[in-house]
């Protein structure tokens, strides 16, 4: 897809950071835009913002856990544009601790909304990707993706680690069925958003994790990503030059990416046990 213009774009967690600067982004190539997320206030308020720019856009407050809200996304994507070119399954949440500390809703929230969110995003749109005769998706991972040892992250990474390998194998399985609808997969590290804030979204009556460890590496992440992060605009041109291009991976921190690939590898290949990762 070439021309983006009048194409719809659908974006979850579009209220902030990485999703909020792919709708600006789509609308700077005059696509129309639904922006879903699970915070009403800053989405409305986004598409507000939108809207006085002239942009034709319209929001749905979704929890992306839940399979009918998707369908139900579908569905006002549908009635309102008359079809959906462009699906970014990019809502994701971050709890964690040391690994025995870690409750089992934590496990469930994490993969709930990383990983499962982004399987109801595929199932829910792909009959109107298909049949709109051409679309891309574009599935938002993380460099935890390919880098696993960070202290405390173990649902995060989990849950990046399945997104890779569902967004791999779906790329696979529609290349083979559905050549039309290109896959995009993108692996950030640091990005100026509110992700270390997202213990925000925390479903009510999940207990937070206390260890002053967790604590310590969020507050590492904050300061790397504040002092080192990229713009989300960064990786929102990445995303357009890539549904352009067909491109899969979306590497906007290339050599870090490739540099935890080479790692494993050498784990493989050398027979080695996994070491504790460069970055932490
Ligand atoms: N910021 C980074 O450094 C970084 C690095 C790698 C990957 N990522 C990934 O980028 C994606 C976007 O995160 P961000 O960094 O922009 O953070 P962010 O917190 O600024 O934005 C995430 C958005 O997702 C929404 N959301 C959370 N739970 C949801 C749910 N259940 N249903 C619908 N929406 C929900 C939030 O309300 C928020 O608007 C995430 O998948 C994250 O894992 C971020």
Known sequence: MKDLSGRVAVVTGAASGIGRAMVERFADEGMRVVLADVENEPLQQAVTELQARGVDAV???????????????????????????????????????????????????VMDVNFFGVVNGC????????AAGEGHIVNTASLAAVNSGM?????????????LGFTENLAVELAESDPQI???????????????????????????????????????????????????????????SAIRDQSFYV??????????????????????????????
Request: aromatic share 4%; with cysteine.
């Open 123 to 130: 199932r829910a749109f792909l009959p109107a990707l298909r």
């Open 251 to 280: 590497l906007t921190h290339r050599q870090l990416a490739l540099d935890s690939v080479k790692r494993r590898l050498e784990w493989m290949t050398g027979d080695q046990q996994p070491l504790p990762r460069i970055l932490r």
């Open 182 to 240: 290109g896959v995009s997969i993108i692996l950030p590290g640091g990005v100026k958003t509110r992700m270390t804030d997202s213990e925000r979204n925390r479903p009510e009556g999940l207990p937070g994790t206390e260890h002053p460890l967790r604590k310590e590496v969020v507050d590492g992440i904050r300061s790397a990503t504040e002092r080192d992060g990229l713009d989300p605009s960064t990786v929102a041109e990445s995303v357009v």
């Open 59 to 109: 929001g749905r407050r979704v929890d992306v856990r839940d399979p009918e809200d998707l369908e139900n996304l579908a569905n006002l994507t549908l009635r309102t544009f008359g079809a959906v070119h462009v699906l970014c399954n990019n809502a994701g949440v971050d709890a964690g601790g040391p690994f025995e500390d870690i409750p089992d809703g934590a496990w469930h929230w």
């Open 151 to 163: 202290r405390t992250m173990a649902p995060y990474i989990a849950s990046k680690f399945a997104v």
